[in-house]
């Protein structure tokens, strides 16, 4: 049931991902691929026994980001070029493809050394006190610079987007 | 899974789908005759029986079957197809973690009134819910219709802004309870608070004082968090698009919204989505804010007590078993009524007034109110140690 859950996840997830970047006509069939691609990827998420974050990934990317990816769309009315901006440039183009060589002989070296046997995690694992135990107090220093950054974020985007304060 | 979960997961996908989504047709049409004052649905008969205007949701039904399904020109086919179901199908599997009881024994299993009790149940409202905006974005979109953008565009901005404050304001109650589980709140809510036991801890009166004890307090959710109670309902009909939320519809400027392009059963369900909604609203909010399945100064372990010399183990506990979904469906039925009255009394608000009120009244308060009970819950831990 698990590895067929896998199996399944993961090729809608790894397909819907090229179909993101395939569909160079229609920004609006990309965007949509991307939400099937979180879907697929909470679902993996949660076989893995992280159902907080397996949640919180569909709640924040699929529920708002994705969400907000389309309304730009719609409110600028995109229709796609069929052009991505790269055909023109061959340095570009030769660097991207020496990134995805790389990046693929990597994953190759990976697999073909084998793994380790998957650790046992208790019942706690994952669970939302499991989680906040783990952000609040060994990680809390992070969670505040985080929290920081992001509030960086928010004002530079009001200075930005705001003609006139005050 | 146990087969009574199956049974349990059967009974409740009919009583959602087949009683309370048709019968809400008749109570939006009742009450506001009610309210308006009209004399209401009263005109579908069988016979010459009208029963008050309850065949009218099965006219509904046939009417619906059997329209025209058009599909624009231009529309994109599959998302025009496929919209109405995105919208509906999040209200509905909403319903697998609500709590409509404890957990019971009879003759040697338990059986449990939650269909998947979650570590995580609210965020997987939250969760699934926020699917429900692609239904109506896309609607708008893949029906080749301006107004339908136009619809769109309004939907997705209301629905995310509400989304934030929609979190935020149940945060307190999170820390209060120590858990998202809704079963588990369900549970905690049974029990009560002196209301002036702190006189005591403070050593203010005698230890031991008699009328402290009596005067008790039901951990309802509404009790302990009040102003978040209302913030939630509001962020809750907010994201259901209902009148005095429904600019995304806007008859008066863009006809109908996202779901214009729209006939038949496939506008059907977006009606029926909404209305699912406004169950499911109620269910969470008295699952989190109004004691659950819980009748105040009854705790449960009590009512099976007392009932168990009479009718036996077995029969005590289902017996409780209903009593339980009853208290709860009460007072789903009451917030129901209240979220009808909402609706039927209110003008629909202006667009950037429904954004202040997400963005400058709700997510301020609702940010004001984790610090408080923050605050709050320190306090009763260290005066309590």
Redesign the interface.
């Known amino acids: 049931m698990r590895t067929a859950l896998f199996w399944i996840l993961s090729v809608v997830a790894i397909g819907s991902s090229l179909g993101v970047i395939g569909n160079l006509k229609s920004p609006?069939n990309s965007a949509?691929n991307l939400?099937v691609s979180m879907f697929a990827l909470a679902g993996l998420y949660i076989l893995l026994e992280a159902?907080?974050i397996g949640?919180?990934q569909?709640?924040v990317y699929?529920?708002?980001i994705v969400?907000?990816f389309?309304?730009v769309i719609?409110?600028l009315?995109l229709r796609g070029s069929g052009t991505t901006g790269a055909e023109n440039q061959p340095v570009l183009k030769a660097i991207g493809a020496l990134i995805a060589a790389g990046a693929t002989l990597w994953l190759v070296r990976t697999l073909a050394a084998g793994r380790a046997p998957w650790p046992d995690v208790g019942p706690e694992f994952g669970?939302?006190r499991a989680i906040g135990e783990a952000l609040y107090t060994d990680y809390v220093l992070s969670v505040q610079v985080a929290g920081v950054l992001l509030l960086a974020g928010i004002v530079a985007a009001v200075v930005l987007a705001k003609k006139k304060i005050g | 899974m146990a087969t009574s979960t199956v049974f349990v997961a059967i009974f409740l996908f009919a009583l959602v789908l087949l009683v309370f989504s048709p019968i809400m047709t008749w109570v939006e049409r009742k009450q506001s005759a009610l309210m308006q004052d009209r004399i209401g649905a009263n005109r579908a008969s069988i016979l010459g029986i009208k029963a008050l205007g309850l065949i009218h949701p099965l006219a509904d039904v046939i009417k619906m079957i059997t329209k025209e399904d058009t599909v624009p020109t231009g529309a994109h086919r599959l998302l025009h197809l496929w919209s109405p179901f995105i919208a509906v199908v999040p209200a509905i599997v909403s319903f697998a973690v609500i709590p409509y009881g404890g957990v019971y024994e009879m003759w040697g299993t338990r059986v449990s009134l939650t269909v998947a009790d979650l570590d995580y149940g609210v965020l997987y409202v939250f969760a699934v819910g926020s699917i429900a905006t692609y239904g109506s974005m896309l609607a708008g979109w893949a029906g080749n219709n301006n107004f339908g953008m136009l619809g769109s565009i309004r939907v997705s901005a209301q629905m995310i802004s509400y989304e934030v404050a929609l979190g935020i304001t149940v945060v307190g109650l999170f820390m209060i309870f120590g858990t998202l589980k809704l079963s588990d709140m369900g549970v905690l809510q049974q029990e009560t608070f002196r209301l002036f036991g702190f006189l005591e801890h403070f050593g203010w009166v005698a230890a031991g004082t008699k009328w402290i004890d009596w005067i008790t307090i039901p951990m309802w959710g509404i009790v302990l968090q009040p102003l978040p109670f209302f913030m939630f309902l509001t962020a809750l009909m907010a994201e259901n698009k209902r009148a005095p939320f429904d600019t995304p519809e806007g008859e008066s400027e863009i006809v109908a919204g996202y779901f214009i392009e729209y006939s038949g059963m496939k506008f059907g369900l977006y009606m029926m989505g909404e209305w699912i909604e406004v169950v499911v609203i109620s269910a969470l909010l008295t699952a989190m804010f109004l004691g659950g399945w819980s009748i105040p100064w009854l705790p449960e372990a009590n009512i099976i007590a007392f009932l168990t010399p009479l009718l036996g183990d077995n029969m005590a506990n289902v017996a409780a078993m209903v009593l339980a979904v009853h208290v709860f469906l009460i007072k789903v039925i009451v917030l129901i009524w209240f979220q009808m009255l909402i609706r039927w009394s209110m003008p629909r608000f202006r667009y950037d007034q429904v954004m202040d009120l997400g963005w400058k009244i709700l997510l301020p308060l609702s940010l004001a109110n984790i610090v408080i009970t923050a605050l709050g819950v320190l306090i009763v831990q260290e005066v309590t140690r």
């Open positions: 609006i949509l939400v159902q907080f949640l919180i569909l709640m699929a529920g708002a969400v907000l389309l309304f719609m409110l009315n669970t939302t």
